[in-house]
C-alpha cells in the first residue's frame, strides 16, 4: 500500500463553512422572494418543464429559528469560523425604518456563535435587497449607496463587538453578471449595460465607504468582500489571441474590482467554483467537463493553486471563503475538499499568506437561480422536517479541521 503523506497547515488556519442569509434562513421578504413569484420566472421556468415550486426559497432551512442547532454542528465539525449574512430586507424592511426586534435576534445570533467560540465573518450584503430598494432602480440608483452606509452604520453599532471579519458585498461582480446581463437573477435586466455600469460604480462606492464606515467605528477591523475569481486559462496556450481574451476576462471579472478597492481592503476573500478555458473564436469557451459535480460544473482543483498565486500580487492576507460541490451521493466531495487542500497547501508552500479556508456549504441550501436541485451540504436538510443529516464527508472535514491536516 503507498505511503500517506501528511500535508500540515500553518498554525492558526482558520477552518469553517459558509452560509448566506436568504439561502439557509427562511421566511424573508425581498427582491429575491418577489422575483421568485413573478410572472416572467413563472413561465420562464414552465417553457424549460421545471416546477416553479422548486424555485421558491420560502423557509429555506429554517435557520432563523434553527440557528443554535446549526451552530452546534459548525462546533460540531471541530470548525474555528463561521460566516454568515444579515439580511438586509428583515433589518430595514421599510425605507428608513429599522426592525429593533430583528436587530435583537441578529445580536442573539452572534453571541450564541461567541458561547462557541466561533470566529465570526459576517457578510452584510448577499445579493439581495429590501423591495423598497429594488423599486428605486436597486443598485443602479445613486441613492443606493447612501442607503447601504446607513444600514452598515447601523449593524457595526449594534452587532460589531461579535464580529471578527466584515464582508461588505458578496461577489458584486456576480450581481451584476446574472442581473444585468443574463437576467436570471433580479432586476432580471437582460442586457442593460447602462444600469451594469451605473450599479457597478455604486457598487465600488460603496463597498469603499462601508469600509471606511466599519473602521471608523470599530478600527482594527478586518473588512473586504468576496470575490468570485474563476481560473482562466487559454484553450491554446499557444495563442496570443487566446491569451487575450484571458486577460480581458480576468479584468472584468474580478481584477478591474480588486483593483478599484485594493486600499479599501484589508484582505482577500475568494470564492473559487469554476474553471474556464477561453478561446477568441465563438463561443469563446473551450471547455473539456470530464470531471464534474452535479450541476455539470467541472471539478478542477489546480486552479485554486492558479488564482491564489495570482491574487498574491495584492499583498495581503488570503482567505478561501468559499468553496464547494454540489453532490448529493457525497461521492466526490472527499476528494474534491482534499485535492484543493492540497493545492492551497502547495501555494502556502511556495509563500502564499493564504490564512484560512471555509467549505460552501454547511447545509443542503437554497441554490438561487437552480432552485432547491443543487445539494453543497455537508449536511443534507429535509425540507419538510427541516432535519440535518451529516454526510459521510463531515467525517472527514471534521478530521481535517481539527487535527489542521491533510493526508494524501
Ligand atoms: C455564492 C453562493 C452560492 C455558491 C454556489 C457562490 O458564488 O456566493 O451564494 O450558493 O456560489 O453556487
Request: net charge positive.
Amino acid at each position: 500500500m503507498a505511503e500517506q503523506k501528511i500535508l500540515k497547515f500553518p498554525s492558526g488556519f482558520l477552518w469553517g463553512v459558509s452560509t448566506s442569509a436568504y439561502q439557509i434562513e427562511g421566511g424573508i421578504t425581498n427582491d429575491w422572494s418577489e422575483w421568485e413569484k413573478s410572472e416572467l420566472r413563472i413561465k420562464n421556468l414552465e417553457l424549460r418543464n421545471l416546477n416553479p415550486r422548486d424555485f421558491i426559497c420560502g423557509q429555506a432551512c429554517d435557520s432563523y429559528n434553527r440557528y443554535e442547532e446549526d451552530l452546534d454542528l459548525v462546533k460540531k465539525l471541530g470548525c474555528g469560523a463561521f460566516r454568515l449574512g444579515v439580511e438586509w430586507a428583515r433589518i430595514e424592511p421599510v425605507e428608513g425604518k429599522f426592525n429593533q426586534a430583528e436587530i435583537e435576534h441578529y445580536k442573539e445570533v452572534l453571541r450564541a456563535a461567541k458561547k462557541r467560540d466561533l470566529q465570526v465573518i459576517l457578510t452584510l450584503w448577499h445579493w439581495t435587497n429590501p423591495i423598497w430598494l429594488a423599486e428605486q432602480g436597486g443598485w443602479a440608483n445613486r441613492k443606493a449607496v447612501d442607503y447601504f452606509i446607513r444600514y452598515v452604520e447601523l449593524i457595526v453599532k449594534k452587532l460589531g463587538q461579535d464580529v471578527d471579519f466584515w464582508i461588505t458585498l458578496n461577489e458584486p461582480m456576480a450581481h451584476l453578471g446574472f442581473g444585468y446581463l443574463r437576467g436570471n437573477f433580479p432586476p432580471a435586466r437582460r442586457g442593460d449595460l447602462i444600469g451594469l455600469i451605473k450599479a457597478y460604480k455604486n457598487l465600488v462606492k460603496a463597498h469603499k465607504l462601508a469600509y471606511k464606515k466599519i473602521q471608523q467605528i470599530q478600527p482594527q477591523s478586518k473588512v473586504s468582500f468576496t470575490s468570485l475569481t474563476d481560473y482562466f486559462e487559454p484553450a491554446n496556450k499557444y495563442n496570443p489571441l487566446d491569451w487575450l481574451i484571458v486577460i480581458i476576462a480576468r479584468y472584468w471579472h474580478h481584477r478591474k474590482f480588486l483593483n478599484e478597492t485594493r486600499s479599501y481592503i484589508d484582505f482577500i476573500a475568494f470564492d473559487y467554483y469554476f474553471h474556464q478555458r477561453l478561446s477568441w473564436l465563438p463561443p469563446f469557451k473551450a471547455n473539456f467537463n470530464y470531471y464534474t459535480n452535479d450541476m455539470g460544473w467541472e471539478i478542477y482543483p489546480a486552479g485554486i493553486y492558479c488564482v491564489i498565486k495570482y491574487l498574491t500580487s495584492f499583498k495581503k492576507p488570503i482567505y478561501v471563503m468559499e468553496n464547494g460541490i454540489a453532490d448529493a451521493a457525497d461521492k466526490k466531495r472527499i476528494k474534491f475538499i482534499v485535492d484543493h487542500l492540497k493545492h492551497i497547501h502547495r501555494s502556502i508552500s511556495e509563500g502564499a499568506d493564504v490564512r484560512g479556508y471555509l467549505y460552501w456549504s454547511l447545509l443542503d441550501n437554497f441554490e438561487w437561480a437552480h432552485g432547491w436541485a443543487p445539494k453543497f451540504g455537508l449536511y443534507t436538510m429535509d425540507r419538510r422536517t427541516f432535519k440535518r443529516t451529516p454526510r459521510p464527508s463531515v467525517a472527514l472535514y471534521s478530521e481535517i479541521c481539527r487535527n489542521n491536516r491533510i493526508l494524501i
